[in-house]
């Protein structure tokens, strides 16, 4: 399968853990972006990758999350000091570069599911 | 797998009818649009887009209309499948953001077989 690849897909974790996604984007895809989707609602923008800068953050992000991707390949989004609200299912989508603004493009991944107990 | 749809407004036909879903936007400089469809534990997958020069677009079984002046757009399925239940999401996005997209609540379609 050479799509979006996230894992884990599933985490429970206790409240102030700290929990780290992976993110594998589809390969030479230079641009990387991470969501957070919460039940009943549409996903919602956290930041954005080109190549290995890190070129917009949402102020949904908040300063315990933090978003890499040393070598413009993966990405790895940590949450510290977990929080109840912090569950959510995390999306991660990417799309090649030069790509036109058209949504058939950005693919994304099934996402990794956090549940904070 | 997990639903992302649990208190979503829900649109309920009969299989073989035509499905209308609709999404109202806020920002005036969106001027991209895209449909999206969400089954259960998957993420988003990309039905159709339109952008802002045009007021319809249509592909296969689906067309989009797009009214500015309300800032309203509709995805219209023709001949509604069982494939076709899953949450439905519009995203809008602004010339200057790249792809960073902006979705809506999203609307739960049920196909009665």
């Known amino acids: 399968d050479t799509g979006v690849s996230q894992n884990p897909r599933h985490k429970i974790t206790k409240r102030g853990q700290n929990v780290t996604f992976r993110c594998d984007p589809i390969?030479?895809?230079?641009?990387l972006y991470w969501y957070r989707q919460t039940l009943g609602q549409g996903p919602e923008f956290l930041t954005y990758?080109?190549?290995?800068?890190?070129?917009?953050k949402s102020r949904l992000l908040s300063d315990r999350f933090s978003a890499e991707r040393p070598k413009g390949s993966f990405s790895t989004l940590e949450i510290q000091r977990t929080e109840q609200g912090d569950s959510a299912m995390y999306l991660c989508?990417?799309?090649?570069?030069?790509?036109?603004?058209?949504?058939?493009?950005?693919?994304f991944g099934e996402g990794s599911w956090l549940t904070v107990v | 797998g997990e639903s992302v749809g649990l208190h979503l407004p829900t649109l309920s036909v009969q299989e073989g009818d035509n499905s209308i879903i609709n999404c109202a936007y806020s920002?005036?400089?969106?001027?991209?649009f895209i449909w999206y469809k969400q089954e259960s534990g998957k993420g988003p997958q990309f039905i159709i887009d339109?952008?802002?020069?045009?007021d319809k677009r249509q592909g296969q079984r689906v067309t989009v209309l797009l009214n500015k002046t309300v800032k309203h757009l509709s995805l219209q399925i023709a001949a509604t499948q069982p494939g076709d239940s899953a949450v439905y999401f519009c995203?809008?996005?602004?010339?200057?953001?790249?792809?960073?997209?902006?979705f809506g609540g999203g609307t739960r379609l049920m196909v009665k077989p």
């Open positions: 990758f080109q190549n290995e800068a890190q070129l917009e």
């Open positions: 339109i952008r802002s020069n045009m």
């Open positions: 390969s030479e895809h230079n641009r």
């Open positions: 920002n005036s400089a969106s001027d991209y």
């Open positions: 989508a990417s799309s090649p570069p030069g790509a036109r603004r058209t949504g058939n493009t950005i693919y």
């Open positions: 995203a809008e996005n602004v010339n200057n953001a790249g792809n960073m997209l902006t």
